[in-house]
């Protein structure tokens, strides 16, 4: 079972980044997914989940607006579009896959994809 991410690296404030969370391994359709990031000295904290089905997301507020969560079953995808970045989104971003409920509480994932850096330069 295996989450692998892609997409992050070094933008502007205000540029755009698209984060890919490619499942392999088992099906998607069977997983809330949840994205998660974590800054340095800093816990693990929720950015946005979507739910089995995709019609179910939420967004911590800090990203609410910018952040836009998604996920493709038939490619087994989810993705993380991130506009107007702004330097204190700089973290570690994670994908998680639970058989729960997706929510934004990280102890919730079964799975977890290796991070990705994302830098947002002033």
């Known amino acids: 079972l295996q989450l692998q991410r892609l997409g992050g690296g070094l933008v502007q404030a205000g540029g755009s980044l698209r984060l890919s969370c490619a499942v392999s391994g088992f099906g998607l359709d069977g997983y809330g997914i949840g994205w998660f990031r974590q800054a340095p000295g800093k816990m693990r904290e929720g950015v946005a989940c979507?739910?089995?089905?995709?019609?179910?997301?939420y967004y911590d507020e800090s990203v609410e607006g910018r952040f836009t969560i998604s996920r493709d079953n038939a490619k087994n995808t989810v993705y993380l579009q991130m506009n107007s970045l702004k330097t204190e989104d700089t973290a570690v971003y994670y994908c998680?896959?639970?058989?729960?409920?997706?929510?934004?509480?990280?102890?919730?994932?079964?799975?977890w994809g290796q991070g990705t850096q994302v830098t947002v330069s002033s």
């Open positions: 979507i739910s089995r089905s995709g019609d179910t997301k």
């Open positions: 998680g896959a639970t058989t729960v409920v997706a929510s934004m509480v990280a102890s919730a994932y079964d799975y």
